[in-house]
């Protein structure tokens, strides 16, 4: 048994209040304002600071396998541990392409034996090889673990195939996660949003509805499908006022939206630098002051980092040949507390439900709430510590971030998974 002692949890009606919560056999067994300490039990004391559901990142790049010198699930794992996730979802953009069961197998081997004890949840490839011509064997890869499908990295180009895709992804009760973006509408070397920035430096723009048309088209071809679409990634207006009325009309339509999209736009690029290059790009200011607006009414569901880890080698190149991404997982929620809940434009409550509750719900998973009766998957987050953040310091592979020398506050300190501490600040 493990009492967590003089902690805070954000109560009914958003307040915090005093809490000390018991955990055994992995599971919340108690959550009260003050719990005596049972002879032979573990006690750590928490120090008032705020104790929450575990964050949960449904977008996130592991790099293995193939791609060990970007990051590996050792790496990745222990980042989301630094930042307070206890379950992410990762991309199929590996080495081989998570198209077959074995890989599927093999990445939750590598969890269990390497990782960090936080949840790995593997996302296959919609196509084989993610070349956009032939389904994957869906049926296997959900038997051997898979959560959802996707080809995130390149959108599924044929109507055609996302079709086929959606209905077999129906049938078999699996999500069909999407990057939306039309290739007939880009330009060879496209690397920021078709817009201020573009002009001014004169690089090729990545227009917002190369997003959106992917948005639209796949709404429509998901309707009578019954398929649970989610929409990646979402940064465009457009793709809000699409995912909008789909929703108004009942649809199974789900979004997320990332935090460098909630916190930049493109005008705030300080130069052909490739620490800004990720796909979808930093649009305008017009699109981030959307994308807000739809996280707070629920048009978007649920905030994902997109943590995309690249070599400082393959960052260094010219902004035009640079890979796309950035990471995200060790900075988000002090980044989200202190520029839309410190700022009053989310309360807490709010961010947390968008980094817990929500995801989870979404996808029907058993996590994310913070009760009597769950499962012990928690994050302890010091709301006052405030520090930069410097990438020199992070347990990724992946050094590459805009946000290097941000100021800001709410750092995670301790990560719970099942009822174990799986990442401690002081033991870091
Ligand atoms: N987001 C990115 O900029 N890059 C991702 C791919 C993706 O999520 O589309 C990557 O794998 O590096
Ligand atoms: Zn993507």
């Known amino acids: ?85 206890t379950v992410v979802a990762c991309m199929p953009n590996t080495a081989p392409v998570t198209d077959s069961p074995e890989v599927v197998e093999r990445i939750l081997a590598s969890n269990r034996a390497g990782g960090s004890g936080v949840r790995v949840l593997p996302i296959a490839a919609i196509t084989t090889g993610l070349a956009g011509d032939r389904l994957t064997d869906m049926a296997a890869l959900k038997e051997a673990g898979a959560f959802a499908v996707s080809d995130d990295g390149v959108g599924v180009q044929s109507p055609r195939m996302m079709k086929a895709a959606m209905r077999e992804a129906a049938r078999l009760g699996l999500p069909l996660v999407a990057h939306c973006e039309e290739e007939d509408l880009l330009i060879p070397g496209a690397c920021v949003h078709e817009g201020e920035f573009a002009r001014k430096h004169n690089l090729p723009g990545i227009p917002p509805e190369a997003e959106a048309i992917h948005v639209g088209r796949d709404i429509l071809l998901a309707e009578d499908t019954g398929v649970h679409y989610h929409v990646c990634h979402v940064s465009a207006e457009s793709s809000v006022w699409l995912i909008r009325e789909a929703k108004a009309r009942g649809q199974r ?16 690029i300080p130069g052909p630098d490739p620490a800004y290059k990720m796909n979808p790009p930093l649009r305008s200011a017009r699109d981030r002051q959307v994308l807000l607006e739809a996280l707070k009414d629920g048009t978007i569901d649920f905030i994902a980092t997109d943590h995309a880890p690249h070599t400082t080698e393959e960052k260094e190149r010219p902004i035009t040949e640079a890979p796309f991404g950035i990471v995200g997982l060790e900075t988000a929620f002090p980044l989200l507390y202190t520029h839309l809940v410190q700022n009053g434009e989310l309360t807490l409550a709010e961010l947390v439900d968008k980094m817990t509750r ?31 953040i410097d990438p020199k310091t992070f347990l990724s592979k992946g050094k590459n971030t805009p946000f290097s020398g941000w100021k800001v506050q709410g750092w995670p300190v301790m990560t719970l998974v099942e009822g174990r501490v799986i990442w401690r600040e002081d033991q870091d």
Request: proline share 5%.
């Open 253 to 268: 339509v789900t979004a997320e939206v990332s935090p460098h999209h909630l916190l930049l736009c493109d005008t705030d």
């Open 1 to 85: 048994m493990t009492l967590l002692k003089n902690g805070k949890v954000i109560g009914n009606g958003g307040k915090l209040s005093p809490a000390d919560i018991r955990i055994r056999d992995g599971k919340i067994i108690a959550i009260a304002s003050q719990l005596e300490v049972d002879p032979g039990e573990e006690v750590i004391d928490v120090k008032g600071k705020l104790i929450i559901s575990g964050l949960i990142d449904l977008h996130i790049h592991l790099r293995e396998p193939g791609f060990e010198q970007k990051e590996t699930i050792a790496t990745g794992t222990r980042a989301a541990a630094r930042g307070g996730y």
């Open 358 to 388: 929500i995801p989870a719900d979404c996808f029907n998973l058993p996590w994310g709430v913070l009760k009597e009766g769950a499962v012990a998957d928690i994050a302890v987050i010091d709301l006052e510590q405030e520090r930069e």
